[in-house]
């Protein structure tokens, strides 16, 4: 028998055993049957406010704390972590691809895992930014603070920022400025006199 003959008899039959072997695996990848009802289970949604991680992670984008918000609503001076009581606080988030009526919650926290306030809003139509604003930080003492973001019912995201202690000496200058004004306006008003 010729070597040449017997290459061409096995060679066809390994190619065809070869492709055999390569598409069994995926006869096994065949479509399953999902029912409508099951993938909501899946997704758990059972209602307008609960929202599966997924969609929540994808409806709010570039959440961030700043002392100021520009005419869109959206942070404008940067992130920043650090404050003085007494500070504006906001939290201001791009919500363009969240679901309009969709409830968003604040939880402001602070030493200790205290919580010290929540606040709601609810996306309008075409609202591109939400914003909210830390309650009154005048009397909030020194230390580590965060703002946590619920969509619905999901958390998606929490903010760490820290209050700066107040300095006792600073403390009594700034009240002794603004019962007496500062030393500017006390030159302004000597100049009138």
């Not at 065809?16 to 997704?43: N, Q, S």
């Not at 570039?62 to 504006?88: K, M, Q, T």
């Not at 603070?145 to 009594?172: C, H, K, M, S, T």
Request: charged share 25%; net charge negative.
């Amino acid at each position: 028998m010729n070597s040449t003959t017997n290459t061409a008899t096995w060679m066809p039959v390994a190619v065809v055993f070869l492709m055999l072997a390569t598409l069994a695996p995926l006869g096994a990848c065949a479509r399953a049957e999902v029912d409508v009802e099951d993938a909501e289970d899946l997704a758990q949604v059972d209602g307008e406010q609960d929202l599966n991680p997924v969609e929540a992670a994808l409806a709010i984008d570039d959440v961030a704390i700043g002392s100021a918000l520009g005419e869109e609503g959206a942070i404008v001076d940067g992130s920043n972590d650090e404050f003085a009581p007494g500070d504006p606080i906001y939290v201001a988030m791009e919500v363009g691809d969240a679901r309009p009526g969709t409830e968003v919650r604040i939880d402001w926290f602070g030493p200790g895992d205290r919580q010290v306030e929540t606040e709601s809003k609810s996306i309008a139509e075409g609202d591109r930014y939400l914003n909210f604003q830390a309650p009154d930080t005048a009397r909030w003492s020194g230390g580590e603070y965060r703002a946590e973001v619920w969509y619905g019912n999901e958390r998606v995201d929490a903010l760490g920022f820290r209050i700066q202690p107040v300095d006792p000496g600073r403390a009594e200058d700034a009240t002794a400025e603004t019962e007496t004004g500062t030393g500017a306006e006390r030159n302004a008003e000597a100049e009138v006199e």
